[in-house]
């Protein structure tokens, strides 16, 4: 296969001794990319002792499994952008026009944030003589999915080197992070720019080469906050059809993702199910005190709002940051889910509470493994010590 | 008792041994191989030329002097295989075609006493088919366990048939069973719940029957000892696999050294999967193993999962049911990653062939082989190991303990309860594709290094 002779060709020039020795991790990432590679359990060592057989599923499966299930929300917040602009402007755009425009809105964004991303982790990899390792490729694109479409360029750049330098990088890369590193690059726009990603102008985008006056458009969240009424129905919430950020405003879209992440088994259910049992029982509790209009507002439109659904499908589950024993998977979801709720009913400074929550049982998550590891140890100690006696 | 096991997996490769007649393999050299037992320093005891008999010592372990590894054959001394730094890595006797073995006394069971039981164990070599966990070493002249487990059945991908490999040497087995249990005090038999109620396994007296269903490893004795009587820190078991008990209980019958056994061969890519008859230490060419594949084959001792790579011109390992066939998996896959597949196996259902494998009960037939299918990353996924490990741990912690070696955590987390094979499905089944068998087996020889 001519593929297969090119990279046979080239292998020499990058392998130890080689022309282009300094960008083995870099050839290493494309020929792995294009080829499963050709090792075999015990790498051909005599007497091998272990398994000898391995499952067909890697690294790159799994997180090009979890690409796939962003294609809905991806598709449909790519048209509503479009939609969104078309609203706001009465500019009465077709469907086409609406998602031409909204992917040319989008695909920038995608670009900045994989560009900027993986070029710091192919430079890791080659100054640690490591292979690149393909988390970012889901992590770049849930980045872009998450922000507001009005986001300069520059601060998306900055923020996704921040990201996955200060949030990955430094603890050893892909599978080492404490925090999920997509919502530390959105954690960072939002403490460092804020004027960019809160309020009612960031959410809809103007039409391009438009010179007037930007048109704002209230998400349902910063309407609450206002203690302003919800223009939206909790059907236009739940197809989506509202400002937000780019892709996580439909949560037909984000449960179709959900469901091939439930199928495929890459997701924990227990911990989306504990989000969505955490989340509805404090927004329950908020409706029996009812203090205010926001107390008093129905508990099943948290998950329609804001980042709720996005972040419970596809960052609560991230495994390398999430809690890692069942029964702290539980905890650790119920609690994100409850302490969503809590933050955007109750911090008058923070709208969106999904996103520190996240972050917030992120930094528990071993803590919460701890623990349940612990009554494990004590058990074993005890059944110990009975034979002491 | 019955337990039944509802974590682990079942992978069913085709190309199971057929149970016809176990066919008699005679082999020319025959090798003992202190690199098959756990922390050996061997010390040799003969030189080049010799003449032997079966039952005669080969070379002693230097940390317990006297327990000796025996020639499984009489003839000559052929070889003495060294490796790096001058490690003894075989020992290799050419046969002679007679098998005279040294003379060993018989003993009546029910009444000679324990001392005379251990003394010649020992002498024969029979000690040296003792396992003893934690660590998996060859146990020490003094050991005194907690019990002996012995598992009877085989149900690891491409199971070998117990019952049949068992067949002839009924005797010699309960009466290695009824030894054992005199020698330890204590002797758990496990067997299969679903096959083996009426088997000549389960009519031994002087053991504790156990019986085990659902899913592999119900037949690993990790599993087994775990569910039974966990080990404690401090205690030791031994186990001993189920046709080195009859190789035991036949010396004792009749004071002669014959360490017969009958292995499965098998995998899919061979010809003429079948049972063969033969003797500890043969060659793998005395197999005569024909491959419809050519030469690319990997020839491995024991389970796929857990078992011992060997060369086509090296010999059996010690202990071994079975030698399995497995064609090489070195080649490219062009975009492994994204396309569907219907052939690969997974345990995930990230591949539609596992999917479908999960839902529909028609189970199709997957290609096996040797292919790693991926790269090496850190440890990611979670969820996959509790899914396949039956055992009162946390497998995920465990293994990272091990890894920053922190003997105290490990021993926490039932260090001492696992050999590497218990955790061979996970390591099976790892997206990170880490070697997890080894990386226990490193934090076990560290343990004991210490203590």
Redesign the interface.
């Known amino acids: 296969m001519f593929i297969r002779d090119f990279f046979d060709k080239l292998k020499p020039d990058f392998s130890k001794g080689g022309r282009f020795e300094k960008l083995s991790s870099t050839f290493e990432a494309f020929e792995s990319f294009a080829f499963t590679p050709n090792t075999v359990t015990g790498g051909g060592k005599r007497a091998f002792k272990g398994s000898h057989i391995r499952d067909a599923v890697d690294l790159k499966r799994t997180i090009i499994t979890v690409v796939v299930a962003l294609m809905p929300a991806l598709l449909f917040g790519m048209w509503n952008i479009g939609h969104q602009t078309s609203m706001a402007y009465s500019l009465e755009w077709g469907f086409w026009q609406e998602f031409w425009n909204g992917f040319l809105r989008m695909l920038p964004i995608i670009v900045v944030s994989y560009v900027v991303g993986l070029t710091i982790e192919f430079l890791f990899a080659e100054i640690r003589h490591e292979e690149v390792s393909e988390g970012f490729i889901g992590t770049g694109l849930i980045i872009a999915m998450i922000v507001p479409v009005t986001i300069p360029l520059w601060q998306l750049a900055i923020a996704v080197a921040f990201a996955v330098v200060i949030g990955k990088e430094v603890f050893g890369g892909s599978g080492y992070n404490f925090l999920n590193p997509a919502l530390v690059a959105r954690a960072f726009l939002f403490f460092s720019y804020p004027s960019h990603m809160s309020g009612d102008s960031v959410w809809v985008a103007a039409p391009f080469r438009y010179a007037g006056d930007a048109v704002t458009g209230a998400t349902p969240l910063g309407q609450l906050m206002a203690s302003q009424p919800l223009s939206a129905s909790a059907l236009d919430m739940f197809i989506g059809t509202i400002p937000g950020s780019t892709c996580e405003t439909s949560v037909v879209a984000i449960l179709l993702g959900a469901i091939l992440l439930l199928v495929t088994g890459i997701a924990s259910w227990r911990i989306m199910l504990s989000v969505v049992i955490g989340g509805g029982l404090m927004g329950l509790l908020f409706n029996a005190i009812g203090a205010n209009e926001y107390m008093q507002l129905p508990f099943y439109y948290h998950y329609l709002m804001g980042g709720f659904a996005f972040g419970c499908v596809f960052m609560a589950t991230d495994p390398v940051t999430a809690a890692q024993t069942n029964s702290g998977k539980w905890i650790y979801g119920f609690l994100i889910g409850a302490f969503a709720v809590l933050l955007r009913v109750l911090n008058p400074a923070y709208p969106e509470g999904m996103m520190l929550a996240i972050l917030l049982m992120n930094c528990f998550a071993p803590l919460i493994d701890h623990c349940v590891v612990a009554r494990n140890i004590k058990k074993r100690q005890k059944r110990w010590e009975r034979r002491i006696m | 008792m019955t337990y039944k096991i509802t974590k682990g997996l079942d992978?069913d490769?085709p190309g199971s041994a057929e149970k016809r007649i176990a066919e008699d393999v005679e082999s020319k050299f025959y090798a003992v191989k202190p690199?098959d037992y756990v922390g050996l320093v061997p010390r040799l005891l003969v030189a080049e030329g010799d003449n032997v008999k079966a039952g005669t010592p080969l070379f002693e372990d230097k940390q317990n002097p006297g327990i000796h590894y025996v020639s499984p054959v009489s003839g000559t001394v052929h070889a003495i295989v060294r490796g790096e730094k001058r490690a003894l890595l075989a020992v290799v006797v050419k046969s002679d075609g007679k098998q005279e073995s040294l003379p060993f006394p018989t003993l009546d069971i029910d009444s000679c006493d324990i001392d005379t039981i251990r003394q010649t164990m020992v002498a024969s070599g029979l000690w040296t088919l003792l396992r003893q966990r934690p660590f998996g070493i060859v146990p020490p002249v003094d050991s005194k366990p907690k019990a002996v487990f012995v598992s009877g059945f085989d149900d690891s991908?491409l199971p070998a048939d117990t019952d049949f490999a068992i067949q002839g040497r009924e005797d010699d087995f309960h009466a290695g069973i009824s030894l054992l249990a005199r020698l330890a005090g204590k002797l758990y038999l496990s067997l299969d719940g679903k096959k083996q109620r009426n088997s000549v396994f389960a009519s031994v007296k002087d053991a504790d029957i156990h019986f085990f269903e659902g899913k592999h490893p119900a037949s690993l004795v990790g599993t087994q000892i775990a569910k039974i009587a966990?080990i404690?820190?401090?205690?030791t078991v031994w186990t001993v696999n189920f046709q080195d008990v009859a190789i035991i209980g036949h010396l004792f019958r009749t004071g002669i050294y014959k360490p017969e056994r009958v292995i499965a061969v098998c995998g899919p890519v061979v010809k003429e999967p079948r049972y063969v008859r033969l003797l500890s230490g043969a060659t793998i060419r005395s197999l005569s193993v024909e491959s419809t594949i050519g030469n690319n084959v990997?020839f491995?001792c024991g389970s796929?999962?857990?078992?011992?790579?060997?060369?086509t011109d090296g010999f059996l390992c010690t202990s071994c049911d079975k030698v399995?066939v497995?064609p090489?998996?070195?080649?490219?896959?062009?975009?492994?990653?994204?396309r569907p597949?219907f052939k690969?196996?997974?345990?995930?259902?990230?591949?539609l062939?596992?999917?479908l494998a999960q839902v529909s009960s028609s189970s199709p037939k997957f290609d096996?082989?040797?292919?790693?299918?991926?790269?090496?990353?850190?440890?990611?996924?979670?969820?996959e190991f509790?899914k396949l490990t039956p055992l009162?741990?946390?497998p995920?912690?465990l293994v990272k303990a091990c890894i920053v070696g922190d003997i105290e955590l490990m021993e926490?987390?039932?260090i001492y309860e696992v050999e590497?094979e218990d955790l061979?499905l996970c390591?099976?089944?790892?997206?990170?594709?880490t070697?997890?068998?080894?990386i226990i087996?490193n934090a076990l020889e560290t343990i004991r290094k210490q203590s």
Not at chain 2, 344 to 351: A, E, Q, V
């Open positions: 992978i490769i690199t991908p966990p404690n820190k401090g205690e990997r491995i796929v999962l857990s078992g011992t790579a060997v060369d399995c497995l090489e998996g070195d080649y490219y896959d062009f975009l492994g990653w994204l597949n690969k196996y997974s345990f995930s259902r990230t591949f062939s596992g999917f096996f082989d040797t292919g790693k299918h991926g790269s090496v990353r850190p440890l990611f996924v979670t969820g509790e009162d741990i946390y995920m912690q926490n987390l039932g590497p061979a390591e099976f089944a790892d997206t990170s594709k070697e997890i068998q080894a087996r």
